[in-house]
């Protein structure tokens, strides 16, 4: 019966001829019902984020279920033509974020509905709601024992800490060994993550008679997990890329006496400039430059007004620290990295007129300078960053 006419009026209209609209009610069955059902997930997920879900470690545990869902939909010519009407966003032809899949033989209705990871229908008797595909199982197993660490600020200094520490070769990656090595405090890269272990609970034995402890592990991802110490093991072990980050250690970097047999390695030198750039003179007391050399320190500035490292002037040698085996360069981008947030950012024009910055100028007290020597001896130096501020080196909060 068309919508807005009586029966009397379909009557009436049939004697005279006119045809009656009647509009069609399609019928689905139960499985494509569920299949548009699960797909209308995704669709719903593409409005919020404005893009299709995607594959990756980094992503919730739900993009990536529909990400392997949009995958097997691709895949099934049923399904694509059974969705086309529903797909306004063009996610069936996307492929961009598509992990390659086979296409299936035929399957059938609880295959196919386990396949797309949506509600299979079963009996009552059972409380098994839904079968996921065996990408989705993999995918949530992966993730589902982590959760976001509300206050990641506390620890996202220490990832990038390590980071710097990495790059300058004060820290190295090793090939993971065994679970002694997993204490608070610790660093490891798990499935291309850095791991940090923020806190280890007290020792158990577990069924099996084999010790065991509850970690607090914080992810740079910003995820976190209160996984057993085993865990993060079989992780490791697992991961053919898995990896433990060392301790950073500066090693012998000075000695009161040479060794027989051993060499000058090189001097620290700092120095203060004689420039009348009204930046330096305002503040000549604590701009200092600091780097390493092999040479003689006279023989490093000479000539020092005619080069821009030195800012077109001469300078005075304030302080010196020889050293004996050890990498120069090392330890100049240690330095470096340590006075970093007190870096000069000045410019001059060198003697062909074209601007320089110079990179090896810190707004810092020299008993800064020396205090930072100090913990580089006795290697506690990675344990601090300098706080322009209060002018000082300050403890680093773990």
């Known amino acids: 019966m068309a919508k807005g006419f009586t029966e009397d009026d379909d009557a009436l209209l049939a004697e005279l001829g006119v045809e009656v609209e009647v509009k069609k009610q399609l019928s689905r069955t139960p499985r494509e019902e569920r299949i548009i059902a699960g797909f209308e997930e995704i669709l719903q997920f593409a409005k919020e984020h404005g893009r299709p879900p995607q594959h990756g470690e980094d992503r919730e545990i739900f993009e990536r279920l529909y990400a392997v869902r949009l995958d097997r939909i691709r895949d099934l010519q049923e399904c694509r033509d059974l969705l086309a009407p529903l797909d306004q966003q063009g996610l069936l032809a996307d492929t961009s974020s598509a992990l390659p899949a086979s296409e299936p033989d035929d399957l059938d209705d609880d295959a196919l509905l386990a396949e797309l990871g949506v509600e299979v229908a079963i009996s009552p008797l059972t409380e098994l709601k839904h079968v996921r595909s065996t990408a989705e199982k993999k ?111 500066a090693g012998p970097l000075f000695s009161d006496q040479t060794l027989d047999g051993d060499e000058a390695s090189g001097i620290i030198y700092v120095l203060r400039s004689k420039s009348d750039h009204p930046l330096v003179t305002a503040n000549r007391e604590l701009v200092h430059k600091i780097g390493v050399t092999n040479m003689s320190v006279d023989k490093r500035i000479a000539g020092a007004h005619l080069q821009p490292t030195f800012l077109m002037a001469n300078v005075e040698v304030v302080a010196t620290y020889e050293l004996y085996n050890i990498n120069r360069s090392k330890l100049e981008n240690l330095i470096h990295r ?53 002018a000082a080196l300050k403890p680093i909060l773990r």
Not at 339 to 357: S, T
Not at 368 to 385: E, F, L, M, Q, W
């Open 139 to 249: 995918a949530a197993d992966e993730v589902a024992n982590r959760e976001k660490c509300e206050d990641f600020a506390t620890f996202k200094p220490l990832f990038e800490q390590v980071q710097k520490e990495l790059d300058t070769g004060l820290r190295e990656t090793r090939p993971f060994e065994m679970k002694a090595e997993i204490e608070k405090g610790r660093f490891f890269i798990v499935s291309g993550q850095k791991a940090y272990v923020a806190d280890k609970g007290e020792t158990i034995t577990n069924e099996q008679g084999r010790t065991d402890a509850r970690l607090r592990v914080i992810f740079d991802n910003g995820t976190e997990s209160n996984m057993l110490m085993r865990s993060l093991q079989r992780a490791l072990n697992k991961d053919d890329a898995g990896r433990r980050i060392t301790d950073p250690s």
């Open 338 to 390: 340590i006075f970093e947030p007190a870096r000069l950012e000045i410019e001059i024009m060198d003697r062909f007129g074209r601007p320089v910055v110079p990179r090896e100028w810190f707004l810092v007290p020299l008993f800064a300078i020396n205090d930072a020597v100090d913990k580089i001896r006795d290697g506690t130096i990675t344990s601090y960053r300098y706080d322009p501020h209060a």
